[in-house]
């Protein structure tokens, strides 16, 4: 159970943080320092994929543990995509308040220069002190002046499926090695073909509308708020996209298994 509950950290974490690089972008719209503003995301990004690869041997030690005591884990394996929904949720509450610090990290990463020169000189306990004035609680004016005019439709049902497959496939793929035993170790090489396949959807599909729609705030042919909104309406489609995971698990994990002997 302890294990089950660290990968359950580890996974809000990691859609937590994979989430609140919106408000790290929109701060850079705002500073008007996008090139740097993309390095931090990066930075936060590498935080994600750390806590991935902590995640990964615990979540596998579940599967195990199940095989040996004939258990079905679907419901921890539900659970644990129930922190992600709970870690998309948390950023997108967090949003207002991250922009904030995200732009004061911004300017000391400009002055400092590089990652490490920012940490000696910015990172102290006085600095830390000073985070409180920065949060913000999402109140009910800036709420009511939410939209999603302008924002294509396609766009956020694409992140949605997007996300719902990167969420799912890898827990999937696990829980199929149980439905065929026979076949563990070509169904767990199909996990890195169905991420694959997820990452180049995002890539293509949804990466590049969000660019050129950020691109327009830069140019002055979007307002700030409206590429705010659409931020904020790619955080909310990330959460539903986590929602539409629960539904896809054990059907993906049942079609990985119908697979499986294909390969042989």
Not at 93 to 114: C, D, M, N, W, Y
Not at 230 to 241: A, D, E, H, Q, T
Request: charged share 10%; net charge positive; glycine share 6%.
């Amino acid at each position: 159970m302890d294990a089950l509950w660290l990968i359950c950290l580890l996974t809000f974490v990691i859609h937590m943080t994979e989430t609140l690089s919106y408000a790290i972008r929109f701060a850079g719209v705002q500073t008007g320092r996008i090139a740097v503003a993309l390095s931090l995301v990066g930075i936060t990004l590498l935080l994600s994929r750390t806590s991935n690869l902590i995640q990964g041997p615990f979540t596998g030690g579940l599967m195990d543990q199940a095989a040996m005591l004939h258990t079905d884990p679907s419901w921890q394996l539900h659970l644990i995509i129930v922190a992600s929904s709970v870690g998309t949720l948390a950023a997108i509450v967090l949003f207002p308040t991250f922009v904030q610090i995200s732009k004061r990290v911004i300017s000391h990463l400009e002055l400092a220069g590089s990652i490490p020169q920012m940490l000696r000189t910015a990172v102290t306990v006085d600095s830390i002190r000073r985070v409180r004035h920065h949060v913000r609680i999402p109140s009910w004016q800036g709420i009511s002046r939410f939209r999603i005019k302008g924002i294509p439709k396609r766009l956020l049902l694409l992140n949605c499926l997007g996300t719902a497959i990167y969420t799912s496939s890898v827990l999937s793929v696990l829980y199929a090695t149980l439905l065929t035993p026979d076949y563990k170790a070509t169904v767990l090489m199909s996990s890195g073909m169905i991420n694959g396949f997820a990452t180049i959807f995002m890539t293509i599909l949804v990466d590049p509308q969000v660019a050129l729609l950020t691109e327009k705030a830069m140019q002055g042919k979007a307002t700030q708020e409206s590429i705010r909104d659409m931020y904020l309406w790619l955080m909310i489609s990330r959460f539903f996209g986590t929602v539409l995971a629960q539904l896809l698990l054990v059907p993906a994990a049942y079609w990985v298994a119908w697979l499986s002997p294909l390969f042989h």
